[in-house]
């Protein structure tokens, strides 16, 4: 078997380094610009913003563990080829004293730092949220180790962005007057800060802390998705969750698969935090981002059209590239298969072509493997712009193309049994499109699947009618069946 790769994906086009009050990050991207892939992702933890909280200036051991960090990430970009970097610093350099000083010291490393203002940080991790969710509408709340950004978006863009000195190496210390007067402090900042929300309205949260939040939250009720990104939970829900775990004590807490022992540490705090937002700001359900500053500076710099794209088409084009399937045959083979969708469901026509394209791309994987894809390509692989509702109808497509009837049950708590069905509609119809027509320009030109009359028709042209053989035969028979109707080839 040929494996096609795209090596243009693979070639790193631009660096982030992240100078923030926990970690010091740089990460590379690479691959389609509306859904850059993460070539290389490393982070140290200096803990700039540790005795900033304490006394207002970046120690000299934290200082000297960014520097030292920030030495090697130049050479590092140097020896890469890559020109085009963004250094951004925030919370913690922008309250420290001593924080011009600090950017001298990594300006004379050979990188041009820019520090960003409280409003600006909020603002560009608004716009890395409305880069993974196009439609987002709400308030997106960025928890980081120095601060707390919150900022209103819709559809017009982002507004009222303020930073507030809510951070995780700042929680222990204002929790340790107790849980009221943590509230009460926390009511006063929003308080003076002019900032409040719509009741009922999307929270949307950004920040490695909030994300290891909902990893227990996804632990705790068995989701079959094991990326933080996209998942939701109702506000009543995640309230009672943060209020039982901010009592906990970090060692009592069970290890939760994909989260480290430091972020398990600081869960309480996160969620002692977590539990006052929803009180003071009455959202009707959370999401999840990992799209945040780092993506929001991605997305500021894109071109209008570009950012105009639909992120999960774009991203499951460039994967389905890799293996060999071309973007056109896969809109060819979607327009073919037109005949397999409800007429309710015709707004999500974006997401039939993406399982079109994945569903293709598993025949050019080894037989023996195709049957762990639908799983790993669709339930753990990160992709931008879809739901998790959307998620499993793409594992329902992928399963349905390999021939298979049966669903694992828990795509039903990610999707209703209408979805599901519809996905393996779309799925059974891949397959009979790829099995008679090979995916050919000609074969699928000179064909056409219609309904009529309670009859799903495959019409053929008489110098390819020797394609139908007894396999589209019988992919026919079984599409038809699960519509609802009755197959002929004509």
Not at 106 to 121: D, F, H, N, T, W
Request: include cysteine.
């Amino acid at each position: 078997m040929t494996r096609f790769t795209r090596a243009s994906a693979y070639v790193p086009t631009r660096a982030i380094i992240d100078i923030g009050s926990n970690t010091v990050r740089l990460v590379i991207y690479g691959g389609p610009a509306r859904a850059p892939d993460v070539l290389h992702n490393e982070k140290v933890t200096a803990r700039l913003g540790k005795s900033v909280a304490e006394n207002g200036k970046l120690g000299a051991r934290a200082s000297a563990t960014a520097l030292a960090s920030l030495a090697r990430y130049r050479t590092l970009l140097d020896l890469k080829g890559i020109s085009d970097v963004d250094v951004v610093a925030t919370a913690a350099v922008r309250d420290a004293v001593n924080g011009p000083e600090f950017l001298d010291r990594i300006r004379a490393l050979g990188l041009s730092p820019r520090l960003l203002s409280g409003e600006e940080e909020a603002i560009t991790s608004a716009h890395g949220v409305i880069g993974a969710f196009p439609r987002a509408q709400g308030v997106v709340g960025d928890l980081g180790g120095g601060s707390l950004e919150l900022v209103d978006v819709n559809a017009q863009g982002c507004r009222h962005g303020t930073s507030l000195p809510l951070g995780t190496l700042r929680l222990p210390g204002l929790r340790a007057g107790g849980e009221r007067a943590f509230g009460q402090t926390i009511a006063k900042m929003l308080k003076r800060a002019e900032w409040r929300a719509d009741p009922g309205s999307t929270l949307y949260l950004v920040g490695g802390s909030l994300r290891a939040f909902a990893r227990h939250a996804m632990n705790a009720a068995g989701w079959p998705i094991d990326d933080p990104h996209g998942f939701e939970i109702g506000a009543p829900q995640a309230q009672a969750l943060a209020k039982a775990l901010a009592k906990r004590k970090p060692e009592t807490l069970a290890p939760v698969p994909g989260l480290s022992s430091s972020r398990l540490a600081s869960l309480p705090d996160t969620a002692a935090l977590l539990f006052v937002l929803i009180r003071a700001l009455q959202p009707g359900r959370l999401v999840f981002s990992s799209w945040g500053l780092r993506e929001g500076l991605l997305w500021e710099s894109m071109a209008e059209g570009v950012r105009m794209q639909d992120p999960l088409v774009a991203g499951a084009a460039a994967f389905a590239t890799e293996y060999g399937i071309a973007a056109g045959t896969a809109a060819m083979v979607t327009g073919w298969t037109g005949a397999a969708r409800q007429p309710e469901t015709a707004g999500s026509e974006h997401l039939r072509l993406t399982a079109t394209m994945l569903c293709l791309a598993t025949a050019m994987v080894e037989p023996n493997l195709r049957g762990d894809l639908a799983r790993e390509w669709a339930l753990r692989k990160r992709w931008i712009g879809a739901g998790p509702a959307d998620r499993a109808m793409l594992a329902a497509a992928m399963i349905a193309n390999t021939g298979r009837s049966d669903l694992p049950a828990d795509l039903a708590k990610l999707a209703s049994p209408e979805k599901l069905r519809e996905a393996q509609a779309w799925g059974l119809a891949t397959r009979l499109c790829r099995r008679f027509s090979g995916n050919t320009a000609q074969g699928i030109s000179g064909s056409a699947l219609r309904v009529e009359n309670g009859t799903l028709v495959l019409a053929v042209q008489p110098q390819i009618a020797v394609l139908v053989n007894e396999g589209v035969e019988r992919d026919l028979k079984v599409l038809a069946a699960h519509l609802g109707l009755k197959p002929e080839v004509r």
